[in-house]
């Protein structure tokens, strides 16, 4: 398939940058072929590749609460045992799945989920449990819950939720505001648009930002999201960056900081639905950190990866976003945190992507959210 070069919007400056021709060299003329490893996934959410198995096995959960294992070769196993119930409405339901950087040591697998609670209340929690496995069929054991999102409260939307190790083995969680408590983004007292960050038993870090602050959540490590469904570690700072869901437009990049406020729903690009009405006071404030690229109109990005290896020529240290609206993988050309290029991919496909990653043998893979959702390799 050619990749195709389009109009994208830019980052902090505002207006419209043009994706110039791609770097010279190699890169030059780059095309991609989307093969196929698996199909017939109900709505594919999440994407994780298991250590020292041989030949390359994968997790792969559906928003409906199935995860299964799924081989290089697309054959798929029975729903692994073990799963606690999920709240599947709307936007909810099980959501990302990650691998515990000692797995091939301990076996934990982590997942985040919606947690039905009393009446019609849930919130995200994420669980962990031990994975053992027969070929592609498994149960999980030791089930707990290491994180619950405060307070419950009734919705079917932004529930995030993206998992991060980072380098010394703590948790990024990502969360959403719940749609209709988005105000909560901006206060402390709760978990609703923040990214918190916990050690892997759920443990809260003694150098959280706001661990000694009264009346603060102390898992808390960044505010003022709306709904991050896009993380991952940068290969060289270790730094965490995310994307996250504007309201119409108003998608943003950004690298999350300990302590800082990311400006929901006082700073934005995006409007309310329907009406167009503007949100907030505007693009910019002093205190707020300014997004590094945002979306107008909105693409409604989920995942992301950074392309370490060599197998895609001239794209070594590139940042890949997917994104169900606009149906397309979105590469952004990086030079330190300033996004130089867009350049919009996979078109032809016509399909909602959920989530990209890399795979430990170089190629990227990508989930395509619908009732017959694929498992695809990006070769080229």
Do not use: C
Request: proline share 6%; charged share 25%; no cysteine.
């Amino acid at each position: 398939m050619e990749l195709r070069i389009s109009l994208t919007p830019t980052g902090r400056l505002g207006g419209w940058l043009l994706a110039v021709l791609l770097a010279a060299g190699a890169a030059q003329g780059q095309t991609l072929k989307p093969v196929t490893v698996a199909r017939g996934l109900s709505h594919p959410w999440g994407l994780a590749f298991l250590p020292g198995e041989g030949d390359m096995r994968m997790l792969v959960t559906e928003r409906d609460g199935r995860m299964r294992i799924v081989d290089a070769r697309g054959q798929m196993g029975a729903p692994i045992e073990g799963l606690p119930p999920v709240d599947a409405r709307g936007q909810g339901g099980l959501l990302d799945v990650v691998v515990h950087p000692q797995f091939a040591q301990n076996r934990w697998v982590y997942w985040s989920y919606s947690e039905p609670a009393e009446g019609r209340s849930n919130s995200t929690a994420v669980a962990r449990g031990k994975l053992q496995a027969d070929g592609l069929n498994g149960r999980l054991s030791e089930v707990q819950v290491v994180f619950r999102q405060q307070p419950r409260f009734a919705s079917t939307a932004h529930f995030g939720s993206r998992l991060v190790f980072a380098r010394d083995g703590q948790l990024f969680v990502t969360l959403g505001d719940r749609f209709s408590r988005r105000d909560d983004a901006q206060t402390l007292d709760n978990h609703h648009g923040k990214i918190v960050r916990i050690e892997a038993d759920g443990r809260t870090p003694a150098d959280n930002p706001f661990v000694s602050r009264a009346g603060a959540r102390p898992e808390t490590w960044s505010l003022g999201h709306r709904n991050v469904q896009g993380a991952a570690l940068h290969p060289q700072t270790g730094e965490l960056w995310i994307h996250e869901h504007g309201p119409q437009g108003g998608d943003e990049v950004n690298v999350s900081l300990a302590g800082r406020n990311y400006g929901w729903p006082v700073i934005t690009y995006g409007a309310e639905y329907g009406s167009g009405r503007k949100i907030g006071e505007g693009t910019d404030r002093q205190g707020i950190e300014p997004p590094l690229v945002h979306w107008v109109p909105s693409i409604a990005p989920s995942g992301m990866a950074f392309v370490t290896g060599d197998r895609y020529p001239g794209w070594k240290g590139d940042l890949f976003v997917g994104a169900l609206r606009a149906q397309t993988l979105v590469r952004l050309q990086l030079d330190g945190r300033r996004v130089v290029r867009q350049e919009r991919l996979l078109t032809d496909l016509g399909e909602r992507i959920r989530d990209v990653r890399q795979g430990p043998d170089g190629w990227l893979y990508v989930l395509t959210d619908s009732d017959d959702g694929k498992l695809i390799r990006l070769e080229r």
